[in-house]
């Protein structure tokens, strides 16, 4: 499961994206700066849905072999 720092980080980064979306004006370095700091994090939030996607995975053929 995802920690709750990765998931506030990701909230953190949902809310400045918003942001920058709704005032389209912000000049394209803010994104450039911005996409520095996001970048670590989204890098970091995906490799723990890939191992808590493959742990669920193995849990799940694990019971399946017990059933069968």
Known sequence: MASETI???VGKLIAEITYLV???RIQ???W???GKRWLPILEIAQDEIVTAS???NT???AYQ???D
């Open 7 to 9: 998931v506030e980080a």
């Open 22 to 24: 709704q005032h389209p």
């Open 28 to 30: 394209q370095k803010t």
């Open 32 to 34: 450039v700066a911005n």
């Open 54 to 56: 493959a742990a669920t």
């Open 59 to 61: 849990s799940n053929e």
């Open 65 to 67: 072999a017990l059933m």
